[in-house]
């Protein structure tokens, strides 16, 4: 049997995150990254994830561009997430997270360099977790729904700035843990996640988005009679196509972005925290649109 797996893994939309105009955050990225705590053993968790995100390059195809060519300057944006997960039987898991975000948004729109701040609860993500593919519950199937909960009318925001989307989307997403020595001290996971808008306002649709990553990680090592230490290395990447409607920039959304994520992940019995840095290594962005080059990611669960 595996032992029970608590990665918080960053899959790369908003690490690759923030790219658009205004920014069209793929923060699916994140997500899938709470999605990476799977579920192996019996019980509950809730945990709390911070997640950082400052876009302030100007980007445009696969390199930087002058920041003169957009008129939004810089995103930034801390990402608060409560979630929760409890194994109903031996196959069957749900999750629930709930967003909080504190937004920075920098304008030079229409010709006056202006800074908003705003902050509010952003939208519910509701998950079934389907385990009972294998014997040792190593293969999974993730499913569920992002509803439009979140603000989506601030007036200071774009449409593709705001914090909440305004749109139900379909989640689905699989994963995979496997061992990568005889000893299981070194073992590998691979996951992915679709995020599909099927319900939209009609002034604007967010660009359906793929998040995946694929990661490597150590048994730990002991430090003390209750702490072990626990490293980990992942690949994230992440693609996401065009926002439409009549307030969706077509031109200036849509990207395709890889990151590079070392992590570590420290167990207290029940307790355990996580967290890792992203360094973005490929950016291919339509338009102009601002990138954050490095993500951080910490949080802290317990497990019942």
Partial sequence: MMRRIHLTLALAACAAP???????????????????????????????????????????????APASANTDQRIRTNFWTLGGQYLLDRSFAVQVELPYW???????????????????????????????????????????????????????????????????????????????????????FASAQWEQPVAHQASYRPGAELDAVLGVYHAGFGLGRSLRLVPLLQLEGTYRGHDGGPLGDTVNSGYTRAFITPGIELDAGRARFYADVSQALYSNAAGNQLVARTLFKVSVSVRF
């Fill in 18 to 64: 923030g790219l658009a105009a205004a920014c069209a955050c793929g923060c699916g990225v994140f997500d899938v990254a709470t999605s990476g705590m799977f579920p192996t053993g019996s019980g509950g968790m809730v945990f709390l994830e911070q997640d950082f995100m400052d876009q302030n390059q100007n980007w445009s195809g696969t390199s930087s």
């Fill in 102 to 188: 504190q937004r920075l948004f920098v304008t030079t729109e229409p010709g006056v360099r202006s800074s908003f701040s705003h902050e509010a609860v952003g939208d519910l993500r509701l998950k079934g977790i389907y385990t009972g593919l294998s014997e040792n519950l190593a293969t999974g199937i993730v499913f569920g729904v992002k509803l439009p909960s979140g603000d989506s009318s601030y007036a200071n925001f774009d449409a593709d700035t705001q914090i909440g989307t305004g749109s139900t989307d379909l989640l689905l997403g699989v994963y995979q843990l496997g061992a990568l020595s005889a000893d299981n001290r070194w073992s590998w």
